[in-house]
């Protein structure tokens, strides 16, 4: 019998045939089941290893892929760069040998070209810039859904979701008729008379950090509200019963209660923000310098497919460290309400 | 109902008996309004100094409105609540000289039991030296020095209880709130920190207000208690007072329990009056008089342990006091056994016995033909 309780299919096709499946079908499922059983791979095991068998198969493969080329020289040719393993035969001692070439230098370009290195720094602080915006707007608007009758709070979320609806493209694209040139905001900025009917925000810093917090906004606010929702007001009560006004009774129990969604939030903000290309590609103007437009240059510019993969590469690792601080946070909440 | 009162210091004045005496904390006519809802009506309260005052009602009795409105979480709709003197009608929670203990603890759950209590202290900017040795001096009070360091989600509900016991109390408050203190323990233990509640108060000397809705809780601590119904009060005064002489039906049934007999005054004279029953089976004498004219239709509450039970007739065999039934049900408590007489009027009847013999020497068992009788102190006339 199954020792986890699933339903023991197993047991039954290799017991007994069921009506209306050839027998050559079951005996070869019977074979199949057995052998996954044999390497575990049955009931629960099964379950968590479609997961990884997707990681696996569209993220660790392109990423090798990716790191392969990233090794290898720039040719002109299809695919634009060269294999770096190569099996060679050595005629004179009749040998084969199988030889490998990884090229250092394109990752020796992104340390020594000010470019990639200003590239990197640029999009570290606009994702920087953006998420602390993004937190700056979506903090109120968390805590105010939080706090909404339990009736509303649905509603309220669902209209900031409700953008997902439309393309993400079409949204960004809605931007520029809003920052152009005689575009809506200099229409209205400019009856009341604060600027002349040339004024643009379009192609600057100021439009990407617009569209990258306008974009990212609701993934600061989601966790914001999960972990803000569960905050018990009487906690508020008992500060302010303790001595606290109400704004220091947010500094010191709403503000450390909600760290961990802080902390979701802002890398849920961050990570995809450093590497953003359609946004300071749509919005930004020609200085705006984004280490995904970079990439993209590289890719399809340049058609510099080693370098191109370096970049890749490396922005990989920046992001890592916070990747991982994001699980070691999430790891340590779950754990806590596990334990409460 | 067998209730225990905590026997108190009888050195111990009895503020309210002193027309003299200021209280403390002064509630005056205070209405609280929820949009149609009035959960508080025009409720008017003195509580003096040191006193163990207890508001006691069912869910909806308006005793946590009325807390939380001395705490300062509620502005009442009508009214003024003054405490040591000083209108507190308007001042918000955080300046009031008032600390409360949650029903639900409401420990911070990011902070140490240690730190947990001396957030008030840090609150009042008080030195750090000063703050560890008063966090020590409390956190020993409550027994809980070897915790200090754990956190709230680490602790047992009894624990829990204490912290949030010490967190109010480090202030020093000279008003202590406390909404349903022991709700949310089990019954050993509720019994056990009730006594430590007592003795803690007495030791500080900080008046206590407790809301709960556990009358055996009011009884044990209290000097005095406020019997709630539907936003009123019903009843104030010590628990014997409460016990012995409700003031109304709902006061006799909803503290302990009680026998009910309608009837009709026949007899009023200054010492003693005589009510006939018809549900009783016997004439009722109580030995007091009551404002009531002859004729008038009254209940009278008679205590089940004020019943005594008897398989002979009663000496004093008067017809007064004395009637007949069949024991129906019988539970053993242990200390006591609780009857369940039907009297041959029909009423069910209601008796608790303590068990001076051993249960298996009881002469009464179920069928058994008895006579009940109690003494003219016993009954309560309630007016209808």
Redesign the interface.
């Given at each position: 019998m199954s020792r986890n309780g699933f339903l023991p299919l197993g047991d039954r096709m290799s017991g007994g045939n069921p009506p209306g499946v050839p027998a050559f079908l079951s005996t070869a499922a019977a074979a199949v089941v057995a052998l996954l059983r044999r390497v575990g791979l049955w009931g629960r095991g099964l379950v968590i290893a479609a997961p990884y068998l997707w990681l696996f198969l569209f993220f660790l493969v392109p990423f090798l892929i990716v790191f392969r080329i990233s090794f290898s020289d720039a040719v002109i040719a299809q695919p634009p760069y060269s294999d770096i393993v190569q099996l060679l035969e050595d005629t004179d001692l009749e040998q084969w040998k199988l030889q490998i070439t990884l090229n250092l230098s394109t990752y020796l370009r992104l340390l020594t070209d000010d470019l990639y290195i200003y590239a990197y720094l640029s999009s570290l602080k606009m994702a920087a810039v953006s998420t602390l915006l993004c937190l700056l707007l979506g903090y109120p608007m968390a805590y105010a859904i939080a706090r909404a009758k339990p009736s509303m709070r649905g509603p309220l979320m669902m209209l900031i979701i409700l953008p997902f609806w439309t393309s993400f493209l079409i949204r960004v694209y809605a931007w520029i008729g809003i920052l152009k040139a005689n575009g809506v905001l200099a229409n209205m900025l400019g009856a009341v008379g604060l600027v002349d009917s040339n004024w643009e925000l379009l192609y600057s810093d100021v439009a990407v950090y617009i569209g990258i917090t306008y974009s990212y906004l609701p993934f600061m606010i989601l966790p914001l509200y999960a972990t803000l929702e569960k905050l018990?007001p009487?906690?508020l009560?008992?500060?302010?019963?303790?001595?606290?006004?109400p704004w220091?009774a947010f500094l010191?129990?709403t503000l450390?209660?909600s760290l961990p969604g802080i902390v979701a939030g802002s890398l849920l903000v961050f990570i995809p923000a450093v590497g953003e290309f359609v946004i300071p590609e749509l919005l930004g103007g020609p200085d705006t310098l984004m280490i995904g437009r970079v990439l993209w240059n590289e890719f399809f510019s340049n058609r510099d497919w080693p370098v191109a993969s370096a970049v890749a590469i490396a922005l990989l690792l920046f992001l890592v460290v916070p990747i991982m601080v994001f699980q070691y946070v999430q790891a340590r909440q779950q754990d806590?309400e596990e334990?409460? | 109902m067998a209730t225990a009162q905590v026997i108190r210091n009888p050195a111990r004045l009895e503020p309210w008996q002193d027309p003299k005496a200021v209280p403390y904390v002064r509630i005056e006519k205070v209405t609280k309004r929820f949009g149609d809802f009035v959960a508080v009506d025009d409720v008017s309260l003195s509580i003096y100094r040191n006193e163990f005052f207890a508001l006691l009602g069912g869910s909806g009795s308006g005793k946590t409105t009325l807390l939380r409105m001395l705490a300062g979480f509620e502005r009442p709709s009508e009214g003024r609540i003054f405490i040591d003197g000083v209108d507190m009608t308007e001042v918000p929670p955080y300046e009031r000289p008032v600390n409360m203990m949650f029903q639900s603890y409401a420990l911070f759950p990011h902070m140490s039991v240690e730190q947990n209590v001396a957030f008030g202290l840090k609150q009042d900017r008080m030195p750090a030296a000063q703050i560890r040795d008063r966090v020590a001096e409390m956190l020993a009070l409550v027994q809980l020095d070897r915790f200090a360091k754990r956190r709230p989600h680490q602790l047992s509900g009894g624990q829990r209880q204490r912290v949030a016991l010490a967190r109010a109390l480090v202030k020093r408050p000279k008003l202590l709130l406390l909404d349903e203190p022991l709700g949310a323990l089990d019954k050993r233990l509720r019994e056990k920190t009730q006594f430590e509640l007592v003795n803690l108060q007495e030791k500080l000397g900080i008046t206590f207000i407790v809301v709960t809705h556990d009358q055996e809780e009011a009884m044990t601590m209290s000097s005095r208690i406020a019997v709630m119904n539907q936003g009123y009060i019903v009843q104030t005064g010590t628990p014997t007072e409460v016990y012995e002489y409700p003031g109304s039906r709902f006061v006799a049934e909803f503290i302990g329990d009680v026998n009910m007999f309608e009837g009709r005054v026949v007899e009023d004279e200054p010492d003693h009056v005589l009510i006939r029953s018809d549900e009783a089976g016997c004439d009722l004498y109580i030995n007091h008089g009551v404002p009531m004219p002859i004729g008038t239709q009254v209940s009278v509450a008679v205590r089940p342990e004020k019943v005594l039970l008897s398989k002979d007739p009663p000496p004093d065999g008067g017809g007064r006091n004395a009637t007949r039934g069949i024991v129906r049900e019988i539970a053993y408590l242990g200390d006591a056994s609780i009857y369940i007489i039907q009297l041959h009027t029909g009423k069910t009847v209601r008796v608790t016995a303590p068990n001076v013999t051993r249960r298996v020497d009881m002469p009464l068992t179920w069928d058994d033909e008895v006579h009940l009788s109690w003494r003219p102190f016993a009954g309560v006339v309630l007016a209808q």
């Open positions: 018990d009487v906690l009560e008992a500060a302010a019963d303790l001595g606290c006004k220091e010191k129990v450390p209660l806590g334990r409460r | -």
